[in-house]
């Protein structure tokens, strides 16, 4: 089990690390640009890279992450609420 998770976790870091690095090769030439100019928002979502393709297609990706992720943070929070509710057991049956 120990295995698994040290794979999982470091082929998340890895994966995180080209999204940025790439990323940054990429964009690095007019993301500087965007986030200095006193005129503009510092968001890098905000940021105007035009009309691009794939800038368009990263922010649905963030969306759907984002709400892919809810139920992974409501479910042990149900769990918790029921077990400090419910003292022996929960309410659920499982």
Known sequence: MDKVLIRANS???VVYILVGVTGYLIFADRAEEQLQANDRSRNILEADFGD??????????ILIA????????ILPAKHAYESLKYKHGGFSTK
């Open 52 to 61: 691009s393709v794939l800038i368009q297609f990263a922010r649905y990706l």
């Open 66 to 73: 984002v709400i892919a992720a809810a139920p992974l943070a």
């Open 11 to 13: 082929t998340a870091v």
